[in-house]
């Protein structure tokens, strides 16, 4: 079975530019959760979804918005890119929403912002 | 506040020798979960123990098992007969299942592990 998939890989962008981010869950599973990891930080939670409803939201601007779709992937998107913004974007997948559940972690998206 | 620290930047160990990770967390909640991830330099988080706040007997898992003193809030994750694809970054996480259940991982400022041959 394919675990969770991230695309794209690595994402070039400048100051202004705007990015979206793309996860596929492993099949079965209804939650998404998007964390983003600052070089040298661990990572920090941005957004959960489950069942396509956002259940949970990190301590990030506005600029940062997600989705999830009917077959359970995920799209996030990050408006007005700053320096800052730069880092490795992880998705992670599990069969429930907010009971105890192994998170699994996609790949990531490494971006890079000039 | 929920956190979690983890006091050891880096962590040098000979292979075929246990280690131990160190891991403190804080929490408000009764009912949380431990865990700790393995990160190679790839990138991919690699889940690797689980720890529940009301499990009695400490969790085991091949070579990784943690110590889990719930009275002095620590998790500390013990690799026995370490190799060199243990070389690593390793995270400790929180989650918390009280009113504040969002499905959200708290995780530490991580511990680089290298194995020397």
């Known amino acids: 079975d394919a675990g969770v998939t991230q695309s794209p890989t690595h994402l070039i962008k400048t100051r202004g530019q705007h990015v979206t981010l793309r996860c596929s869950p492993i099949?079965?599973?209804?939650?998404v959760s998007w964390y983003q990891q600052v070089l040298g930080q661990g990572p920090q939670f941005i957004f959960q979804y489950y069942e396509k409803e956002e259940r949970g939201r990190g301590n990030f601007p506005d600029r940062f918005s997600a989705r999830q779709f009917p077959n359970y992937s995920s799209e996030l998107n990050v408006n007005a890119l700053l320096l800052g913004d730069s880092a490795l974007y992880l998705c992670?997948?599990?069969?429930?929403?907010?009971?105890?559940?192994?998170?699994?972690f996609g790949p990531g998206t490494r971006l890079t912002v000039l | 506040a929920q956190k979690i620290t983890q006091t050891q930047p880096g962590m040098f160990v000979q292979e075929k020798e246990a280690v131990t990770l160190d891991c403190t967390y804080d929490t408000s909640d009764q009912s949380y979960g431990l865990f700790w991830y393995k990160q190679p330099s790839s990138g991919e988080m690699i889940f690797l123990i689980y720890?529940?706040?009301?499990?009695?007997q400490n969790a085991t898992e091949g070579r990784y098992s943690l110590n889990f003193q719930k009275a002095r809030k620590s998790a500390n994750l013990v690799i026995s007969a370490s190799q060199l694809g243990d070389s690593a970054m390793y995270f400790c996480a929180m989650r918390e299942y009280g009113s504040s259940n969002t499905g959200k991982l708290i995780f530490g400022q991580g511990t680089t592990l290298q194995v020397k041959p």
């Open positions: 099949s079965g599973h209804k939650s």
């Open positions: 992670a997948s599990s069969s429930a929403g907010t009971t105890y559940n192994e998170q699994f």
């Open positions: 720890q529940g706040s009301y499990d009695e």
